[in-house]
């Protein structure tokens, strides 16, 4: 195999319940990550050396801290690989919208450079390197719908009703960092035992802070609850409903104001980059 190209889904969290903050000032959360059958596309070829490259649809994402090429590197550095590659990135994910566009980037590029480079490295070890990389990252190489807690290392697959969501992103770019540095962030949420998280009372711990730093999402909010109930994913800008079907999904997307971006994907609880592995064994 010279060649691999694989997607890296989003994510929504259905909840996001931050409870307490860390002496090394991250903070404890309890989250549920919905993964969605929607994202972006990453292609790897083989090269005869061992430089990695990165090209992407959007130049902006073409630089040295790209997590996509942080992944390869240091992938390449821990199994002292002395192979490289040559990356083209689709990105669809709209950036700075809560959907882990750019963690999901970092663990595909894990995943289908262990399959491209055949280095046979562990489910375990990828999602260890992932972690360096970011929070979110194990739960896209583990590639299952699940319950999170720590940093959101912490996953316990919980498989959900597989049902149709409307995401919607206004025109605005939200700094995960900023927000969870706020001193106006609650901090203090009761935690939910793992059997009870199914009847707990689900909210976003961001949203009120977000809506007031940020009045478009609050607007973004207003007109999609119109439609369905609504809340926001991550630390925003991305807020999202669920509906009973593609149809009723489709008749809200079409009423979207032209400023804002949407799209319609289905919940899944199996990342569809491990279909797409299956199929290159």
Not at 24 to 47: A, C, I, M, P
Not at 90 to 115: E, F, I, V, Y
Not at 141 to 151: D, I, L, M, S, W
Not at 172 to 198: K, M
Request: aromatic residues 8%; proline residues 6%.
């Amino acid at each position: 195999m010279t060649k691999l190209t694989l997607p890296a889904v989003a994510k929504l969290n259905l909840f996001l319940h931050i409870t307490g903050r860390r002496p090394d000032g991250y903070h404890n959360l309890q989250t549920l990550f919905q993964l969605l059958d929607v994202g972006d596309e990453l292609s790897f070829s083989l090269r005869d050396d061992t430089d990695i490259t990165l090209d992407c649809n959007d130049a902006q994402l073409i630089n040295e801290q790209n997590l996509v090429l942080r992944a390869a590197r240091l992938l390449q550095q821990h199994s002292k690989c002395t192979q490289g590659c040559d990356i083209y990135l689709a990105k669809r994910l709209p950036m700075g919208g809560g959907l882990g566009g750019g963690s999901s980037d970092a663990a595909t590029t894990l995943l289908g450079l262990n399959r491209l480079w055949q280095l046979g490295l562990p489910l375990d070890t990828l999602a260890e390197l992932g972690l360096k990389l970011g929070a979110d990252v194990p739960l896209f190489v583990r590639g299952y719908t699940a319950f999170a807690e720590g940093v959101g290392e912490k996953l316990l697959p919980l498989p959900m009703p597989e049902k149709v969501y409307l995401v919607v992103t206004p025109d605005c770019h939200i700094s995960t960092a900023e927000i969870f540095q706020h001193p106006d962030l609650i901090r203090d949420t009761p935690t939910v035992a793992f059997e009870h998280v199914l009847t707990a009372q689900w909210h976003n711990d961001c949203q009120p802070l977000v809506e007031r730093l940020y009045p478009i999402v609050a607007i973004t909010l207003q007109w999609l609850v119109e439609y369905a109930p609504c809340q926001m994913t991550g630390t925003g800008a991305s807020v999202f409903a669920a509906f009973p079907d593609q149809t009723s999904a489709q008749h809200a997307l079409a009423q979207l104001p032209p400023s804002w971006r949407g799209f319609i994907a289905k919940g899944v609880n199996q990342s569809p980059v491990w279909a797409a592995l299956a199929d290159t064994e």
